[in-house]
């Protein structure tokens, strides 16, 4: 990533691991075990931060980040650990854990001082532009989320929130008055839906979207009222590639398409990775609105112009040792003013 000529660099969460273990491609964690505290998040940044290519890459190109759920614990939700044996099931426990692990954030990673941590708040969503070319819009799907459910049959319910009332009104405001060429989220998690099961049956992710459907429901449905042309989102999380047609009804062939999405895998954690597996061929099979996978370590590349973007995912095909080489896997073109994907070059 160095090496490209990018004017910035997106990093959409998970920058660190909170666990222990020695990870996918055998590094030993600093501290050996899970942290808590602030000193061993310190600790932990500061080993990522050791590596040289990593160092590289913040040099070569501004960087606009946002964390996901490792820069605190797995799979949090607004004031909520994640329910299993650890002692900070209690709220006001986790508060204090997210406050530490919010300050070390901050202290590792360039953001501005409306930025900065108050204890265990932090301001996270915020919008930056580019001139007339580019409104990008950071967001927040940790801190105003509720729990996941445990019974996918609420993915519906109309109460539910991921990106919190506040965020939500803010969001969609801004995009109906924007005036820029292309209008792009920056979200953590995957907005499209995914259906994780072969056949008749359907499951569902519910750490995602997905878990969230009256929520993007409406999101969706106020991009596609207020006429947001060339809507697009970029996303980290799921350690694989992807590129999405965003539609209103995901169910129904016909229904409108209101933008598009770039799901982007991770540049290590994983191993090796490989071009497909299991999960990747039912999502295509299940899922007629993606229309790309890959499940290989490396980054995307994101081209815009006045009249076509294309998004390019560089793949490598090893990260446990020095060397490998990179290629695009795939291109991926959207043409301004016409919503979704236009041509896949795989």
């Known amino acids: 990533m160095a090496r490209e000529d990018l004017d910035v660099v997106v990093h959409l969460g998970d920058y660190i691991y909170e666990s222990g273990g020695a990870g996918s491609i055998g590094r030993a964690h600093l501290p050996a075990a899970e942290v808590f505290s602030l000193a061993d998040y310190r600790v ?12 590289a890459a913040h040099a070569a190109a501004p960087w606009i980040v946002a964390p996901d759920d490792h820069e605190v614990e797995n799979n949090w939700a607004g004031d909520h650990s994640q329910p299993d044996d650890e002692p900070d099931q209690d709220p006001e426990v986790f508060r204090r854990r997210r406050a530490a692990a919010y300050q070390a954030y901050w202290e590792n990673m360039p953001l501005r001082r409306s930025s900065m941590p108050d204890g265990p708040e932090m301001q996270v969503f915020r919008r930056l532009a580019f001139g007339d070319m580019l ?3 950071v967001l927040d799907t940790r801190r105003y989320r509720d729990r996941q459910l445990q ?10 929130q991921m990106l919190g009332a506040e965020q939500e009104a803010w969001l969609l405001e801004g995009l109906g008055a924007s005036a820029a060429r292309w209008n792009v989220l920056a979200n953590q998690v995957f907005s499209f839906e995914a259906d994780h099961e072969a056949g008749e049956a359907v499951r569902y992710g519910m750490d995602t979207w997905d878990g969230y459907a009256a929520a993007r429901q409406r999101l969706f449905d106020g991009v596609h009222r207020r006429g947001v042309e060339n809507f697009l989102v ?3 999380d799921a ?6 047609d965003l539609k209103l009804d995901f169910s129904d062939d016909t229904s409108p398409v209101v933008g598009a999405e770039f799901l982007g895998t991770s540049i290590s954690s994983g191993g090796n990775g490989s071009d497909s597996d299991a999960l990747g061929k039912v999502w295509l099979e299940e899922n007629p609105h993606m229309r790309f996978h890959n499940k290989q370590r490396g980054y995307q590349v994101c081209h815009l112009g006045r009249d076509a973007m294309r998004t390019e995912y560089k793949v490598v095909p090893y990260v446990d040792r020095p060397g490998a080489p990179i290629e695009t896997r795939a291109s991926i073109h959207v043409e301004s003013g016409r919503p979704g994907i236009a041509q896949v070059e795989d």
């Open 44 to 55: 932990r940044y500061g080993q990522y931060k050791a590596d040289p290519a990593l160092q």
């Open 135 to 137: 409104q990008l819009n």
């Open 151 to 160: 019974d996918p049959a609420g993915r519906w319910d109309a109460q539910r």
């Open 234 to 236: 970029v996303t980290g």
């Open 239 to 244: 350690h694989r590639s992807v590129a999405a």
